[in-house]
């Protein structure tokens, strides 16, 4: 099991943790979650909960914030709950979510890839986190998903920033999504200046700055091209193939079209606010 997580100390107070399963890996796919002085931002996923729980041992956990509700995030709260009485937090929204993700309509490979959280006693989110030695703000971040948060201990600058980052130019998208809203929050988080971001896919990165400018630029192009061809006509499916070239059918046969470029032209239409799936 150890090849499957490993514990990075980044800073004074803060550890990183990486988990995958062999599945995962197969596919590039890992999660990450960051311990604050007994504060866990982020739990992964359910089939990866046991990696989780391993790379935790010996290591104090009493609080457990998660930045929006899918389940590659949720994955450790029931299990730290039950097992070391963790508390539970989340968006105010979403906390009916946590207590019983089976409300949640999940496509087969999301069973399969991350597998199926387990009820944990969520509350709601504050405007902030605090621990013994830490301060942590609770920073609005929709675009990802509508309840979308990051967390950012301003002393310090570092940001746990959950799926608002991705990568500099990430092609496809859920109907979960709203890309002008993304961008919105990417700005809203590049004006807080950063010294370190965690995202929790990617992992550690070490020059936010020049990598939310990198990603905001993308964005930015993203929304006008997507406008600029609607307006001449073009249906979202056509949008994504001349700007973002052709699907990765792979990815479309896996998700059964739930994440694709089409969705990405798609989502980049609708005004701010507005979500085609508030949930999931």
């Not at 608002?164 to 990430?170: D, E, I, R, T």
């Not at 949008?239 to 052709?246: K, V, Y």
Request: with cysteine; proline share 8%.
């Amino acid at each position: 099991m150890g090849d499957y997580h490993r514990v990075e100390a980044v800073d004074e107070g803060l550890e990183v943790i990486r988990v995958e399963t062999r599945l995962s890996r197969r596919l590039g796919f890992c999660g990450h979650a960051s311990l604050v002085d007994g504060l866990l931002l982020d739990a992964c996923f359910p089939r990866a909960a046991d990696r989780l729980l391993a790379a935790l041992s010996g290591r104090t956990v009493e609080q457990v914030a998660v930045t929006h509700e899918h389940e590659d995030h949720i994955g450790g709260c029931g299990p730290l709950a039950r097992h070391v009485g963790a508390a539970v937090l989340c968006p105010e929204p979403l906390v009916p979510v946590l207590r019983r993700p089976s409300s949640v309509p999940r496509l087969p490979y999301r069973h399969l890839l991350w597998g199926i959280p387990e009820p944990s006693p969520a509350s709601g989110l504050g405007a902030e986190l605090r621990t013994s030695r830490f301060r942590i703000e609770v920073i609005p971040t929709p675009g990802h998903t509508r309840d979308h948060v990051c967390f950012f201990e301003p002393d310090r600058g570092w940001l746990f920033a959950g799926d608002l980052y991705l990568g500099p130019k990430v092609l496809q998208a859920r109907l979960v999504e709203n890309t002008t809203d993304l961008l919105a929050s990417l700005r809203r988080v590049a004006a807080l200046r950063p010294k370190l971001l965690v995202c929790a896919h990617k992992g550690l990165v070490r020059d936010p700055a020049a990598a939310l400018e990198v990603k905001i630029r993308f964005v930015e192009e993203l929304l006008d091209g997507v406008k600029r061809l609607e307006d001449s006509g073009l249906a979202p499916a056509a949008i994504a193939r001349q700007l973002l070239g052709p699907e990765d059918l792979f990815l479309i046969a896996f998700t059964f079209g739930d994440y694709s470029k089409s969705r990405l032209a798609r989502v980049s239409l609708v005004p701010a606010g507005s979500y085609a799936c508030p949930i999931g």
